[in-house]
């Protein structure tokens, strides 16, 4: 006897269900690590809605290599909160180079709602994922620019020289989006973008290029992260 359609849906409510008690039990613990803060019920819920729309999505669509729920929590959701020490404070506008499944820059503006994010995503699938996020958690401030960086900066002049920060998580070899980062920088902003694992050789930029490596120690399972800071010269 086949189950019913109803039978399907209880077990699939069930299994959300069980999935959520772990992620906000990973989510608190990692918050208080990284934030020094429990997750707000708010925060708690735009997380946990993020989820589910990302599980589900990923079911058809190869956005992450992730698919356990803890594992997309802690690798993907609070990895990106790690970004938060160098964000400017207030108000400010930050870009997310390469934004995939919104990692780093949604998280970001989950837990900074007062920042203004522009998401830049060149596969026009992601860039469908990611209006239905932004939608679904009726994120304000925050646009999402379907192409490639370099043509887009490009073609509109709006963009360039006109962000206090852009962010970026694995999205192209470093040595390669450098100069774009740059070009969407005002003077006295940050390119912030996550290295390679600690131990790994480091990408080489530019000669002279007044950067930093900083190393960030975070939950058991990841440790160390090494993060690029660059400030675009005035």
Same mark, same amino acid.
Not at 35 to 63: C, G, K, M
Not at 139 to 147: K, T
Not at 165 to 170: K, Q, Y
């Given at each position: 006897?086949?189950?019913?359609?109803?039978?399907?849906?209880?077990?699939?409510?069930?299994?959300?269900?069980?999935?959520? /008690?772990?992620?906000?039990? $990973?989510?608190?613990?990692?918050?208080?690590?990284?934030?020094?803060?429990?997750?707000?019920?708010?925060?708690?819920?735009?997380?946990?809605?993020?989820?589910?729309?990302?599980?589900?999505?990923?079911?058809?669509?190869?956005? /992450?290599?992730? +698919?356990?729920?803890?594992?997309? $929590?802690?690798?993907?959701?609070?990895?990106?909160?790690?970004?938060? +020490?160098?964000?400017?404070?207030?108000?400010?506008?930050?870009?997310?180079?390469?934004?995939?499944?919104?990692?780093?820059?949604?998280?970001?503006?989950?837990?900074?709602?007062?920042? !203004?994010? !522009?998401?830049?995503? #060149?596969?026009?699938?992601?860039?469908?994922?990611?209006?239905?996020? $932004? +939608?679904?958690?009726?994120?304000?401030?925050?646009?999402?620019?379907?192409? +490639?960086?370099?043509?887009?900066?490009?073609? #509109?002049?709006?963009?360039?020289?006109?962000?206090? #920060?852009?962010? /970026?998580?694995?999205?192209?070899?470093?040595?390669?989006?450098?100069? $774009?980062?740059?070009?969407?920088?005002?003077?006295?902003?940050?390119?912030?973008?996550?290295?390679?694992?600690?131990?790994?050789?480091?990408?080489?930029?530019?000669?002279? !290029?007044?950067?930093?490596?900083?190393?960030?120690? /975070?939950?058991?399972?990841?440790?160390?992260?090494?993060?690029?800071?660059?400030?675009?010269?005035?």
């Amino acid at each position: 006897m086949q189950p019913s359609k109803h039978s399907k849906n209880n077990k699939l409510h069930g299994s959300w269900e069980r999935a959520r /008690t772990d992620f906000l039990e $990973v989510l608190s613990r990692g918050f208080n690590q990284i934030l020094q803060r429990p997750p707000s019920p708010a925060e708690a819920e735009a997380f946990s809605r993020y989820l589910r729309l990302l599980l589900q999505w990923n079911r058809v669509q190869h956005l /992450t290599s992730y +698919r356990r729920p803890a594992d997309i $929590v802690e690798k993907l959701f609070l990895d990106s909160l790690l970004f938060l +020490r160098w964000v400017p404070p207030g108000p400010a506008r930050v870009l997310d180079l390469g934004a995939g499944a919104g990692i780093p820059g949604l998280p970001l503006k989950i837990v900074k709602p007062e920042i !203004t994010l !522009t998401l830049v995503e #060149a596969r026009r699938r992601r860039v469908s994922f990611l209006t239905a996020v $932004v +939608r679904e958690l009726c994120l304000e401030g925050v646009s999402v620019l379907e192409g +490639r960086a370099e043509d887009l900066v490009e073609a #509109a002049s709006e963009l360039r020289s006109a962000f206090d #920060a852009v962010v /970026t998580r694995a999205a192209a070899p470093l040595p390669s989006i450098f100069p $774009v980062a740059m070009a969407f920088l005002r003077p006295g902003g940050w390119f912030i973008a996550s290295g390679p694992p600690v131990g790994k050789a480091l990408p080489r930029l530019p000669p002279d !290029t007044p950067c930093r490596w900083e190393s960030v120690s /975070t939950h058991a399972k990841i440790g160390k992260r090494l993060f690029l800071l660059v400030e675009k010269a005035d």
